[in-house]
């Protein structure tokens, strides 16, 4: 019987040896609260390892759990301990402790636990300041799935890449918000940390790597996520700062939370761009910062730069609540059954959200403003706000677009979504490409989508835009947008050989104009708009005018300008219908009368049938 079970006996907690011995192989660790010369309370129905149960455990006062050392006998006798030999590098062991993952709104001899992660564990201790990955891996390596491990020292140095192959563990460390405890690594293409295992939640560290401005030259990666085949991963990464790496996290398989953490200068935030046999998907991202990743840099190794990159076949993520602002992209990959909201998207110079491929997208309540600086030379970069290919059943809306180099909104091979209640200023903002870009643009493999109650407008910017809105996608429908035309080409475009329904849009202060040999049968035409023949022949009108708005040959165009020339009888015009009337023409043979055509017959002044 050893120290432990005489102790509880005389304590009389215990009537048997039996009982005691259950108690000593108890693996205490639990969410327990320790405080100061008090009993340790709040164990009531506590299940153990082999479901021995414990009320109330009275610990004699000065017994305190507390110890940062190396435990070379029992402790539980008549004194208070004594850890005078260190351990290995700081590290309470679980052999000889197993008392850790403690979170207390109390004081446990003088640490004070106020509202950051605090917690007793396994300790890695003091760095040596030259090379700490040996400490830290023989550590990990002697872990017990369901551990936590506290980092405890400001700054540690690897030069390898450190690997954690045990499952629930907690990695934590005693620093709090932008004080917290840091593992750098400056040793060029490393990875600091790789983890095989599931469950592994990560809190409150820096990771560090080696490069300069904007993630320039950087080549060392944070964490890796990596079970080696199509597995649940089952993560979580919180308040971690990832700094100066070429890449924070990588993702290779299922369910990773990533929250409320800061990415400053990292070329990429969070990335997976092999195809592979591992599924991406259940991926959260939430509520992170990211700063100048890739921003302005022009070295070939950044141009691609994103803060959050998943593979085109990735889908079922949230991307949610982020701020992201100083960067080259946002997100560009797979967003099948995903969703992108209420994210703040500022001083992006190329793609804001870019959809590679996926149906069920939502896009929405996201705030995108492009960098509208002309004096770094950003438009050797360019892209779209949003930008969705290959999908359907999709949907954008309110979001507000302005600043971009391409299009505000462009729907490519995406068919039955709905683009709504956008507001949109200031797209093909490149005064060298005037004229080729629009503020919705829906390509002609995007057939049955909604576009309706948008704003648009092209602002005082001085390049000149294409389209407010551009359709060329059959069978859509389009209603109450309000598109302002200033610097645009035309306030909305829809390509004449296709269907439209929906009723008209306003297009403040400027018509449609379309050019072509014969009044249009097909296509969408309003009120007022204008069709301008190419080639008039002799005597023929050379524009009609939209009296009677309809499609496909219903609506009604009035001839609105000619040029009256001199023809002989057998000259005359033929053909002519309504659309044609008020047609003057000089007959020569008639010695110079000038006609009329009435609809019917051609008449002098005096209404004679000539």
């Not at 351990?87 to 446990?108: C, F, H, M, P, Y």
């Not at 509202?115 to 300790?123: D, P, R, V």
């Not at 993630?215 to 700094?243: H, K, M």
Request: glycine share 10%; aromatic share 8%; net charge negative.
């Amino acid at each position: 019987m050893d120290l432990l079970q005489n102790w509880l006996l005389t304590r009389n907690k215990f009537t048997t040896a039996s009982d005691s011995e259950e108690l000593s192989m108890l693996d205490l660790v639990g969410k327990t609260a320790f405080k100061t010369n008090e009993m340790i309370e709040n164990l009531n129905g506590y299940d153990a390892k082999i479901g021995a149960k414990v009320s109330i455990i009275d610990l004699e006062q000065n017994r305190h759990l507390s110890a940062t050392g190396d435990f070379t006998g029992s402790w539980f006798g008549i004194t208070t301990p004594s850890y005078s030999e260190p351990g290995i590098a700081g590290v309470v062991e679980q052999s000889r402790l197993d008392v850790i993952d403690i979170k207390a709104k109390a004081i446990t001899d003088g640490v004070k636990i106020d509202n950051k992660i605090n917690e007793l564990g396994i300790q890695i201790g003091d760095s040596n300041g030259v090379d700490d990955t040996s400490m830290i891996q023989t550590i990990f390596d002697n872990l017990i799935d369901g551990q936590t491990v506290v980092f405890t020292a400001p700054h540690y140095i690897v030069t390898d890449t450190i690997t954690l192959n045990k499952n629930n563990i907690k990695i934590v460390s005693n620093g709090s918000n932008y004080y917290m405890n840091v593992i750098e690594c400056i040793t060029p293409n490393k990875l600091i940390l790789k983890v095989t295992s599931y469950g592994v939640k990560i809190y409150n560290l820096q990771f560090k790597g080696d490069g300069s401005s904007y993630g320039e030259l950087a080549t060392v990666n944070g964490i890796e996520y990596n079970r080696g085949t199509d597995a649940n991963i089952d993560c979580e990464v919180f308040q971690c700062s990832f700094t100066r790496l070429y890449l924070g996290i990588k993702i290779y398989g299922r369910n990773l939370k990533v929250s409320d953490n800061i990415f400053s200068e990292c070329l990429y935030g969070i990335s997976q761009t092999t195809v592979g046999i591992e599924e991406i998907r259940g991926i959260i991202v939430r509520n992170n910062r990211f700063h100048g990743c890739g921003y302005y840099s022009m070295l070939a190794g950044s141009l691609g730069s994103m803060c959050i990159s998943l593979p085109n076949t990735s889908f079922g993520n949230v991307i949610q609540d982020n701020y992201a602002d100083q960067i080259k992209g946002f997100f560009n990959g797979g967003g099948e059954k995903s969703t992108f909201s209420n994210n703040i998207i500022l001083n992006f110079v190329t793609n804001g959200i870019n959809i590679n491929d996926g149906d069920c997208v939502v896009i929405d309540g996201n705030t995108l403003i492009g960098d509208l600086s002309s004096t770094v030379g950003q438009y050797f970069f360019g892209g779209s706000g949003i930008a969705i290919a290959n999908g359907a059943l999709c949907r954008v809306s309110n979001n507000t677009i302005t600043g971009v180099r391409y299009n505000s909104i462009k729907l490519s091979a995406v068919s039955k979504s709905s683009v709504s209640n956008n507001m949109i200023i200031n797209f093909n903002i490149a005064t060298t490409e005037p004229n080729l870009y629009d503020g919705i643009s829906i390509d002609s493999s995007s057939p049955f989508n909604l576009i309706s109650n948008n704003r648009v407008e092209k602002g005082l910017n001085l390049s000149l835009g294409r389209y407010g809105i551009g359709v060329f996608g059959g069978e859509c429908v389009m209603s109450n947008n309000v598109v302002f035309p200033t610097n645009i080409t035309k306030g909305v475009y829809v390509d004449p050989s296709i269907l439209m329904y929906g009723d008209s849009y306003s297009d403040v202060g400027q018509k449609r104009v379309e050019y072509g040999a014969t009044i249009p049968t097909t296509g969408r035409w309003a009120q007022g708009d204008k069709f301008i023949i190419l080639a008039p022949m002799l005597g023929y009108p050379t524009e009609y005018t939209c009296v009677v708005a309809g499609q496909d040959g219903t609506a009604n165009f009035a001839m609105s300008a000619q040029t009256i020339n001199r023809v002989t009888t057998a000259q005359r015009p033929t053909g002519l219908t309504v659309h044609e009337q008020g047609l003057v023409v000089i007959d020569t043979t008639l010695g110079g009368k000038t006609i009329t055509w009435n609809n019917m017959v051609w008449t002098d002044s005096n209404g004679t049938i000539v």
